[in-house]
């Protein structure tokens, strides 16, 4: 064999080592659930944001801090230190166009944690707890994830749990994937929650939650590491944050990650969004059936009110509402 054959099968060989230690990077890495970009920073809160649709939006209850009364938008605003979003799903069929998960579809409870700073300076967290459903293989993921939205440009640092940060499209992200993979039979029944104290070295803790089966399952807890006069999760209406996303909670339906889209071919589901007013659990206030903040979105999927404070998610066309 000439030198030159010789060089030419080990550089190829490299080649295709590097590809897959790329591909299997890419999925060992916990799904990234980016926000979106808006088109333009720090304005007023407007309802429906301009950047969805009905028709490809992440679909399913969300409070802006905001409502109608009659057509006049009438902002308001509150703090909790916990947020649940509970669903309940009788049958599902998705296809996505994600790469790694064409039959699968997130449930994702998106919450602003507001921090100030002992400097006095505010700072805002996007906190996810997420279920990731296969619809081929009747398997459930839970995943976390925490972006920076102080900032279009800001970088997250200086957070400590089981986690790690990642990099997506030039944007850091902290993200935790339970390590058991759930097999389930519909219903299937899931809360996800998150909470936030300050701890004694006055530094913000978010810890991350589900409940399935009847056992409540703590699987993430990060630290903050910066020192903070007050910590708490924020619903606000009046303006958006300086990124120019929305400061809303949301449990909402998307792809599976990545920016993706799903489409049901069959649904039928439940959502009630809930945060923790004093000692009780109360439904959120007021609510639309479509969010602002995540990247992922859905396809064909109808959301109207069934029952006091409840969402019925199914198959069909989306259009702009409130739910209560």
């Known amino acids: 064999m000439h030198k030159l054959e010789t060089i030419m099968i080990i550089v190829t060989t490299a080649l295709i080592v590097l590809y897959f230690v790329h591909v299997a990077s890419m ?83 998106n919450v602003v944690l507001n921090y100030t700073k002992t400097s006095g300076q505010s700072a805002y967290l996007w906190v996810q707890d997420v279920a990731v459903i296969n619809t081929a293989t009747n398997q459930m993921n839970i995943v976390d994830n925490i972006w920076n939205l102080t900032s279009s440009k800001s970088v997250l640092k200086g957070l400590s749990g089981n986690g790690k940060v990642y990099t997506y499209q030039g944007q850091n992200y902290y993200a935790y994937q339970y ?52 910590a708490a999760f924020y619903v606000e209406g009046y303006t958006t944050l300086p990124s120019g996303l929305y400061e809303d909670a949301e449990l909402v339906t998307g792809g599976p990650g990545g920016g993706s889209n799903a489409s049901p071919s069959a649904y039928k589901a439940y959502y009630t969004l809930q945060y923790l007013n004093g000692t009780k659990l ?43």
């Open 27 to 109: 999925q060992s890495a916990p799904p990234a659930f980016p926000p979106v970009r808006p088109p333009s920073t720090h304005m007023q809160v407007t309802l429906p944001p301009s950047w969805y649709s009905g028709s490809q939006a992440p679909v399913g209850v969300t409070d802006y801090g905001a409502y109608y009364s009659g057509s006049a938008e009438i902002p308001y605003e509150y703090s909790t230190n916990e947020f649940m979003g509970n669903f309940t799903i009788y049958t599902a069929s998705f296809t996505s166009n994600s790469k790694f998960y064409p039959h699968s579809f997130s449930i994702q409870l």
């Open 179 to 230: 390590p058991s993979t759930i097999s389930f039979t519909y219903p299937l029944q899931v809360s996800l929650f998150v909470t936030v104290s300050i701890n004694s070295q006055k530094y913000p803790v978010i810890n991350f939650y589900f409940v399935y089966g009847g056992k409540v399952v703590q699987y993430d807890s990060v630290v903050v590491k910066v020192p903070v006069s007050s």
């Open 282 to 324: 109360v439904s959120v206030p007021h609510a639309f059936d479509y969010g602002a903040d995540t990247a992922e979105t859905v396809t064909g999927m109808a959301d109207t009110t069934s029952g006091p404070y409840t969402a019925y998610l199914y198959p069909g066309a989306e259009s702009w509402s409130a739910l209560w």
